[in-house]
């Protein structure tokens, strides 16, 4: 199972990649926003299939794996220009990853460390909003997910105040 994510990992790397080699080239035709989560969308299917494995571990490899796709889904600030074409890849990501958050915490307990990916999701957005002009009301860009891990962050928060 590793090296099938792995495997997908460095695939959804380069295709991602090729997109800013392109760019950096400055081909006469600019590289929008949409194209990067365009670039790593197939992906997702192998994200379902990990999920689906039954074998202990799966649900983390594919919640990293998803995490990845995500992160590639994001081009840098050079790529401001959006039509909107990315609104499928982040609503489904997003749906697989508040899914797949919910079963990490149900296997792993208070083992995962959840509230590293909140940060991540929380800074990549801030990028998002800074760098690309995006607004977190307009363009809820994994506010599912952020959401839910918000709300355990308050519920642990909650009870570490109430055994203290």
């Known amino acids: 199972m590793l090296t099938y994510t792995a495997q997908v990992t460095k695939k959804a790397e380069y ?8 760019i950096s080239h400055r081909e006469a035709k600019m590289i929008s926003f949409d194209a990067y ?21 799966s649900t983390k490899a594919a919640f990293e794996l998803l995490l990845t796709l995500v ?3 994001v081009p840098s600030s050079e790529n401001a220009y959006s039509d909107g074409g990315r ?15 919910r079963r990490r915490r149900e296997e792993e307990g208070d083992g995962w ?7 991540e999701l929380r800074d990549t957005l801030k990028d998002m909003q800074n760098e690309l002009g995006l607004e977190f009301e ?6 599912e997910t952020v959401t839910l891990l918000e709300s355990w962050a308050s519920e642990d928060k909650d009870a570490e105040e109430f055994v203290s």
């Open 138 to 143: 307009k363009y809820p860009w994994m506010g």
């Open 87 to 101: 609104d499928v890849f982040d609503k489904t990501a997003d749906a697989m990853m508040a899914i797949l958050a």
């Open 15 to 22: 295709a991602a990649s090729g997109l800013a080699t392109r």
């Open 37 to 57: 989560p365009a670039a790593v969308e197939p992906f997702l299917k192998d994200v379902a299939l990990v999920a689906r494995l039954p074998v202990e571990g």
């Open 113 to 119: 460390k959840y509230r590293e990916v909140l940060a």
């Open 71 to 73: 992160r590639e889904s």
